[in-house]
């Protein structure tokens, strides 16, 4: 397609519960990144991906966030035994090989853990 | 580790007039990016205005442009005739050229445009 497209756009969970969000990158782009925005308006990168191999994954907590982007698949972030500060928008973004290409980004899976 | 700095928490601009918003970075590399993202309440992550740090000539988009400074560090964008759509915030964003092509954000400036 030609938009990020992330489902879902709203999550709520109980605190300690399995959170799963997924993210189809545009069609063609090689490039698969997530960004973690919490309330105060801050981005961290949590990680990043060419085609199905992990980029960059200096961002991600270790304990409870995994992250897979499988062929024909939508790429997905987990998130195991939520927690309150899990809180934020999620944000996947993708871009095309190339040193001077953009990042374009989807709408956000806003995730609230209760 | 490379930082941006967004040191204007919020900034007002009546309708038709001109507003810059500041932009400051560190890093000790000599290749990157940068670049000018719009988030609307719908909270949407809209590209607005790209710079490639190799460029001496500033980037321009319609009635956005910047001034990036590279010696100073800086990268300011200017918004002239303000639209009530302008209204969003802005964020500043660093990329360096052969790394992992991550976005580094500032914290972001809130920008409020009036009637």
């Known amino acids: 397609g030609e938009e990020v497209a992330q489902t879902p756009k709203h999550l709520v969970r109980g605190e300690g519960q399995k959170a799963k969000l997924y993210c189809a990158p545009i069609?063609?782009?090689?490039?698969v990144f997530w960004y973690q925005q919490v309330l105060k308006n801050e981005f961290k990168f949590l990680i990043s991906?060419?085609?199905?191999?992990?980029?960059?994954e200096t961002g991600m907590p270790k304990e409870r966030f995994s992250a897979k982007c499988l062929p024909n698949s939508p790429c997905s972030l987990e998130i195991q035994a939520t927690k309150l500060e899990d809180s934020a928008v999620y944000f996947c973004a993708s871009s095309q090989l190339g040193e001077s290409q953009p990042q374009h980004f989807g709408d956000g899976t806003r995730l609230s853990i209760l | 580790a490379q930082t941006v700095t967004q040191s204007q928490p919020e900034m007002s601009v009546q309708e038709a007039e001109t507003v810059t918003l500041s932009c400051t970075y560190d890093?000790?590399?000599?290749?990157?990016?940068l670049f000018w993202y719009k988030q609307p309440p719908s909270r949407q992550m809209i590209l607005v205005i790209r710079?490639?740090?190799?460029?001496?000539q500033n980037a321009t988009e319609n009635r956005f442009s910047v001034n990036f400074q590279k010696a100073a560090k800086s990268f300011s964008l200017k918004i002239s005739d303000s639209q009530l759509g302008d209204a969003a915030m802005y964020f500043c964003?660093?990329?360096?050229?052969?790394?992992?092509?991550?976005?580094?954000f500032g914290k972001g400036t809130k920008l409020t445009v009036n009637p």
């Open positions: 710079q490639e740090a190799y460029k001496q």
């Open positions: 964003a660093y990329r360096y050229q052969g790394g992992s092509e991550k976005l580094v």
């Open positions: 890093t000790s590399e000599s290749d990157y990016y």
């Open positions: 991906f060419q085609n199905e191999n992990v980029f960059d």
């Open positions: 069609k063609g782009h090689s490039y």
